[in-house]
């Protein structure tokens, strides 16, 4: 499959497409891991799906859909990055020994808010995550949301849905203090 | 409206233009409402991120089985696989047939059964599933494997320098009952030394006729004829002191076998002799008008035996002596 099939499937949302670009790239990710994580605190299972999260996200919201390089320069490029990004987080240094330079991605570049979004996640968990979905992304109304959930009714799924926004708004706001510190 | 329900309604795409524009205004312009803004956009990224890391944990345990897109109808890696697959099946029915001295009619079936079976288990490891679909489409495959694979003994055969005919060079005769597989059958090969063998008798009877210088050689076959010996004096009279000659021949008369002679021309009768071969008699009186000095007088006749096809002539000489 080419860059451009994979770009046009992910962007129509095709599970199919979505599967086969999840298996096609894990030599990349996982070269990266282990070569710029001597200490192997950074899992590649994980690893992978956030950078995986990150492109597949970028394609669907329209911030990637032309590339001037290969996808594969691009993913290695975040796999870098988004490394880089969590080994700083554990206060350890980066060893410079043998590292190459990094291609340019001509792509867009991780922001900031993407590297924070990663962290909130773990405030995520479901059902509140399944419900926010629900209600952003899948624009169901409240009364879709409870058939689907199985609430009671309209008002109890929109409770419940204030109470996930609101924890997961405190953590946000607590997230975002502690880096501007 | 709060301004966090402003917020979420342009997440939601609810807002009309007028609120749209409203909402920009404040963003450029209000610092407090940008921070309310900014925490909401990161909960709503954490969200899109949410739903695809749940999409990416089920790709890893649940296999999606859905139509992959494919622009390209045979890609690199899929003739890859495909000359591969045949090359494995070839392999194994060539293989098949040493170790189990299985004949050539068989052999085929073992192909089309490897080819089959394997594209359909293939298919099936690769998706983690197994569907009347998948397994249409391993069916198919393995046909195309198939094909492939006689291809690919037919270049081996080939390379090989066995002499092969345009017009048994067959991939998949179903239809007809010759196998194929190999492509020189043992049928085949049995025919090719047939006709080896008969060019060759023929070669030897066109040497022996020609060594005998007897004309076309006659085929008699098993059935023998009648023999006499036949004595030819060189003379019947002998002067005292004089060398008597005479030649010395096996004659036949072949049984069932239908043959005319005559003299001149002239069609005689023919009586079969004690031993049974007929044989035709020379009568006629002996008359000249002009001798030599030595008072004789040479003269000759034809004789021609016609059998089958073939005619056999000889000019018999004689003396005629001047009466005294």
Same mark, same amino acid.
């Given at each position: 499959?080419?860059?451009?099939?994979?770009?046009?499937?992910?962007?129509?949302?095709?599970?199919?497409?979505?599967?086969?670009?999840?298996?096609?790239?894990?030599?990349?990710?996982?070269?990266?891991?282990?070569?710029?994580?001597?200490?192997?605190?950074?899992?590649?299972?994980?690893?992978?799906?956030?950078?995986?999260?990150?492109?597949?996200?970028?394609?669907?919201?329209?911030?990637?859909?032309?590339?001037?390089?290969?996808?594969?320069?691009?993913?290695?490029? $975040?796999?870098?990055?988004?490394?880089?990004?969590?080994?700083?987080?554990?206060?350890?240094? $980066?060893?410079?020994?043998?590292?190459?330079?990094?291609?340019?991605?001509?792509?867009?570049?991780?922001?900031?808010?993407?590297?924070?979004?990663?962290?909130?996640?773990?405030?995520?968990?479901?059902?509140?995550?399944?419900?926010?979905?629900?209600?952003?992304?899948?624009?169901?109304?409240?009364?879709?949301?409870?058939?689907?959930?199985?609430?009671?009714?309209?008002?109890?799924?929109?409770?419940?849905?204030?109470?996930?926004?609101?924890?997961?708004?405190?953590?946000?706001?607590?997230?975002?203090?502690?880096?501007?510190? | 409206?709060?301004?966090?329900?402003?917020?979420?309604?342009?997440?939601?795409?609810?807002?009309?233009?007028?609120?749209?524009?409203?909402?920009?205004?404040?963003?450029?312009?209000?610092?407090?409402?940008?921070?309310?803004?900014?925490?909401?956009?990161?909960?709503?990224?954490?969200?899109?991120?949410?739903?695809?890391?749940?999409?990416?944990?089920?790709?890893?345990?649940?296999?999606?089985?859905?139509?992959?897109?494919?622009?390209?109808?045979?890609?690199?890696?899929?003739?890859?696989?495909?000359?591969?697959?045949?090359?494995?099946?070839?392999?194994?029915?060539?293989?098949?047939?040493?170790?189990?001295?299985?004949?050539?009619?068989?052999?085929?079936?073992?192909?089309?059964?490897?080819?089959?079976?394997?594209?359909?288990?293939?298919?099936?490891?690769?998706?983690?599933?197994?569907?009347?679909?998948?397994?249409?489409?391993?069916?198919?495959?393995?046909?195309?494997?198939?094909?492939?694979?006689?291809?690919?003994?037919?270049?081996?055969?080939?390379?090989?320098?066995?002499?092969?005919?345009?017009?048994?060079?067959?991939?998949?005769?179903?239809?007809?009952?010759?196998?194929?597989?190999?492509?020189?059958?043992?049928?085949?090969?049995?025919?090719?030394?047939? %006709?080896?063998?008969?060019?060759?008798?023929?070669?030897?009877?066109?040497?022996?006729?020609?060594?005998?210088?007897?004309?076309?050689?006659?085929?008699?076959?098993?059935?023998?004829?009648?023999?006499?010996?036949?004595?030819?004096?060189?003379?019947?009279?002998?002067?005292?002191?004089?060398?008597?000659?005479?030649?010395?021949?096996?004659?036949?008369?072949?049984?069932?076998?239908?043959?005319?002679?005559?003299?001149?021309? %002239?069609?005689?009768?023919?009586?079969?002799?004690?031993?049974?071969?007929? %044989?035709?008699?020379?009568?006629?009186?002996?008359?000249?008008?002009?001798?030599?000095?030595?008072?004789?007088?040479?003269?000759?006749?034809?004789?021609?035996?016609?059998?089958?096809?073939?005619?056999?002539?000889?000019?018999?000489?004689?003396?005629?002596? %001047?009466?005294?």
């Amino acid at each position: 499959m080419s860059d451009e099939e994979y770009l046009e499937g992910i962007r129509n949302d095709n599970p199919a497409v979505q599967k086969a670009f999840y298996e096609s790239y894990q030599d990349i990710v996982k070269g990266v891991v282990y070569k710029y994580d001597s200490s192997g605190e950074i899992g590649f299972e994980d690893h992978y799906q956030d950078v995986m999260v990150i492109v597949c996200t970028k394609i669907k919201s329209g911030a990637l859909t032309v590339l001037t390089a290969k996808l594969s320069t691009y993913l290695h490029s $975040v796999a870098y990055n988004l490394l880089l990004y969590k080994i700083r987080k554990t206060g350890k240094t $980066v060893p410079l020994d043998g590292v190459e330079s990094i291609p340019e991605s001509d792509g867009p570049d991780i922001d900031h808010l993407e590297m924070l979004a990663l962290e909130l996640l773990h405030d995520l968990g479901p059902p509140c995550n399944e419900i926010m979905i629900d209600w952003y992304l899948n624009q169901l109304d409240y009364e879709q949301i409870a058939e689907k959930h199985k609430y009671k009714n309209a008002n109890t799924a929109k409770k419940k849905k204030g109470d996930c926004l609101s924890r997961v708004r405190v953590a946000a706001e607590q997230l975002l203090k502690s880096k501007e510190m | 409206m709060d301004d966090l329900e402003f917020i979420e309604k342009y997440f939601r795409n609810e807002l009309t233009p007028e609120e749209h524009a409203r909402f920009h205004k404040r963003l450029s312009g209000d610092a407090e409402f940008k921070q309310k803004f900014d925490a909401e956009s990161l909960v709503h990224k954490a969200i899109q991120f949410s739903r695809e890391k749940e999409r990416m944990k089920s790709y890893a345990v649940n296999p999606v089985t859905v139509k992959a897109v494919h622009t390209q109808w045979l890609d690199k890696r899929t003739l890859i696989s495909l000359g591969a697959t045949a090359l494995a099946v070839w392999i194994f029915s060539t293989f098949s047939s040493s170790v189990t001295s299985l004949s050539p009619e068989y052999i085929k079936w073992v192909g089309m059964v490897a080819a089959v079976a394997g594209s359909i288990v293939v298919l099936a490891l690769r998706n983690r599933t197994m569907s009347i679909t998948l397994a249409v489409t391993g069916l198919f495959n393995g046909f195309l494997v198939f094909v492939l694979a006689s291809g690919i003994d037919s270049i081996n055969h080939g390379a090989e320098g066995t002499p092969m005919e345009t017009s048994k060079a067959y991939l998949i005769p179903f239809t007809g009952d010759k196998p194929w597989w190999p492509t020189q059958s043992l049928e085949d090969s049995l025919e090719a030394n047939r %006709k080896q063998m008969q060019e060759l008798r023929s070669n030897i009877r066109a040497l022996v006729a020609s060594r005998l210088n007897a004309g076309p050689y006659l085929n008699f076959g098993s059935a023998a004829g009648k023999f006499t010996p036949v004595v030819v004096p060189r003379s019947s009279t002998v002067s005292s002191g004089a060398t008597y000659e005479a030649d010395v021949f096996l004659a036949m008369s072949p049984e069932g076998q239908k043959f005319e002679m005559s003299v001149d021309g %002239k069609p005689i009768s023919m009586e079969p002799d004690p031993s049974g071969v007929l %044989k035709g008699s020379v009568s006629f009186t002996a008359t000249a008008n002009q001798f030599d000095q030595t008072g004789t007088v040479r003269k000759k006749f034809l004789v021609a035996i016609k059998l089958r096809d073939s005619t056999y002539t000889k000019v018999v000489e004689y003396t005629i002596v %001047k009466p005294r």
